[in-house]
C-alpha cells in the first residue's frame, strides 16, 4: 500500500456503502500508478462532486454506458507514448452500467483485448436513481420496477451470468468478489492487474437503503450472501475455474437481513426457488466443502 | 474544455460528512486492541487512522457512524455510544 491514500474521506456515499469500501480497497490494490474510468452510477456521484474528488489518482467520468470504449482510448494512448507497461488502467461502474447498457462497450473491450481490468460493482439495482431492476438483480427481489403485488413477488428473473459471459469471451482472468472478504478483494485486483490483456472482476456490494438493512451490517450480509452460495467466489484463469468452498447455510439466513426479500420470508414456494438458486449455484462451481474426517 | 473539470485530486475532505451522524459514534476504547487493522480496512470513509495496537482513533469530522468498525473488531474494543449533542455541535 502506497502511504498517499488514493481514495479519501469526504466522498458522499451513505453510511455503510459496501460500494465506497469495494472501491478503495480496489485502487489501494491496484497502487498509484493507475487511471480510473468511470460509468455514470453512484460512486462517480458520490466520490467526485464538483469541484472536488475523492481520488488522489487521474479519473475520467465517462458517459453512462461507454466506459470500457473511454477506457480502451486511454489504454491505446498509453500504447502510442510507451507508457502502457508502468501504468494500469481501471475501467469501473455499477452493475447497470455494466451489464445492461454498457454491455456492448464492454464486449468490445474484451474482444479488442485491451490491457485494462474492468471492476464491476454489484448493488444489485440500478442505485442512482432509486432502486430500479438490473440484469444483476437476483430473482424475487422487491425494486422500484420489479414491486410487490398480489401477483408478484418481486424481480421474476434470476441474475444474468456476467462471469459465463466475460469467460466466453476467451479473456484471461474472471473473478467475482464480495465486500465481505477484503483481503480476497485485494488478492485478486493484484493478480489480475500482473497479467496481460482484459480482465474482469465483478464484486458483490451491499447497499443499505437499496436493500434496506443496517448500515453496520454491511459486510455480516455480504459474507451470508457468500455463505448461502448465492453469491459464489469464483476464479477463472485462462478459462480455469476455481472457486472458495462453503458449508452452505441456508438461504433463509441471507433473505431476512434484508427488507428487500421481506416479502417472501412466509412464502416457503419462493424460498424454496431461491434455495434452488444456491443449489445450482453449488454444483455448478462445486462449493460444497468436503468434510475431511 | 469539456464542461467541469476537477483539476485538484484528493480535495473532497472539504465536505464534513460527520456531521450526517444521528445516532451513535465509535469510541475506541484502546485497551484490547491488537492491531489487526481490520477497523481501517472496512471503513468506508477511510477515516479510521492508526498504526500500533490500542492506538486507533476516528476522525470525526468524516466518519458518518455506520458501525462497521465496532462490528468487525474481534477484541470488541470499539463501541458504539449515543451521540453526544454538545461535543458534536463543538467539533
Ligand atoms: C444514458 C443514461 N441513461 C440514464 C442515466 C441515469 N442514470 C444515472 S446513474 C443510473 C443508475 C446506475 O446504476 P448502476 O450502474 O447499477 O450503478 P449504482 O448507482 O447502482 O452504483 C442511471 C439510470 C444516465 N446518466 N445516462
Ligand atoms: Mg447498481
Known amino acids: 500500500m502506497d502511504n498517499k491514500p488514493l481514495f479519501i474521506a469526504g466522498h458522499t456515499a451513505c453510511a455503510g456503502c459496501g460500494q465506497s469500501l469495494a472501491a478503495r480497497l480496489v485502487i489501494e490494490a491496484a497502487g498509484a500508478n493507475t487511471i480510473v474510468a468511470n460509468n455514470t452510477g453512484c460512486l462517480e456521484v458520490f466520490s467526485t462532486a464538483f469541484p472536488e474528488s475523492a481520488w488522489n489518482v487521474p479519473f475520467i467520468h465517462s458517459l453512462f454506458e461507454n466506459c470500457a470504449a473511454v477506457a480502451s482510448g486511454v489504454e491505446a494512448a498509453l500504447k502510442f507514448l510507451g507508457k502502457k507497461d508502468t501504468t494500469n488502467v481501471i475501467a469501473q461502474g455499477g452493475d447497470g452500467g455494466t451489464a445492461d447498457i454498457g454491455l456492448q462497450a464492454l464486449s468490445g473491450m474484451w474482444e479488442r483485448g485491451h490491457d485494462i481490468l474492468y471492476v464491476c460493482y454489484d448493488n444489485e439495482a440500478y442505485m442512482n436513481t432509486g432502486i430500479q431492476r438490473s440484469g444483476l438483480t437476483p430473482f424475487a427481489t422487491n425494486t422500484t420496477t420489479s414491486p410487490i403485488a398480489e401477483k408478484s413477488f418481486g424481480n421474476p428473473r434470476p441474475k444474468k451470468p456476467m462471469p459465463e459471459i466475460a469467460n466466453a469471451h476467451g479473456i484471461p482472468y474472471v473473478a467475482t468478489a464480495s465486500a465481505g472478504y477484503p483481503q480476497d478483494i485485494q488478492r485478486k485486483v493484484k493478480k489480475a492487474i500482473s497479467i496481460k490483456g482484459p480482465k474482469y472482476i465483478q464484486i458483490h456490494v451491499p447497499c443499505p437503503l437499496g436493500w434496506r438493512h443496517e448500515s453496520a451490517l454491511t459486510i455480516d450480509v455480504a459474507k451470508l450472501a457468500v455463505e448461502t452460495g448465492l453469491y459464489p467466489l469464483i476464479e477463472y484463469e485462462n478459462g480455469k475455474l476455481t472457486a472458495r468452498q462453503i458449508q452452505p447455510k441456508p438461504v433463509e439466513e441471507y433473505l431476512k437481513t434484508q427488507g428487500r426479500f421481506k416479502h417472501i420470508l412466509n412464502n416457503p414456494e419462493a424460498i424454496k426457488q431461491v434455495q434452488e438458486v444456491a443449489d445450482r449455484n453449488i454444483q455448478k462451481y462445486g462449493l460444497r466443502l468436503e468434510k475431511s474426517a | ?91
Not at chain 2, 485530486?9 to 465509535?26: D, E, I, L, M
Not at chain 2, 486492541?33 to 469530522?61: D, L, R, W
Not at chain 2, 455506520?66 to 453526544?84: V, Y
Open chain 2, 1 to 91: 474544455m469539456f464542461g467541469p473539470l476537477t483539476t485538484k485530486p484528493g480535495t473532497s475532505k472539504a465536505n464534513k460528512t460527520g456531521s450526517w451522524r444521528v445516532k451513535s459514534r465509535p469510541k475506541f476504547l484502546q485497551k484490547n486492541c491488537i492491531g489487526c487493522k481490520m477497523c481501517t480496512v472496512v471503513c468506508p470513509e477511510n477515516c479510521i487512522v492508526g498504526k500500533e495496537k490500542n492506538a486507533y482513533y476516528c476522525e470525526y469530522f468524516f466518519c458518518k457512524g455506520c458501525g462497521l468498525c465496532a462490528n468487525i473488531c474481534p477484541k470488541k474494543d470499539i463501541l458504539m455510544i449515543e451521540e453526544d449533542k454538545e461535543e458534536k455541535e463543538k467539533k
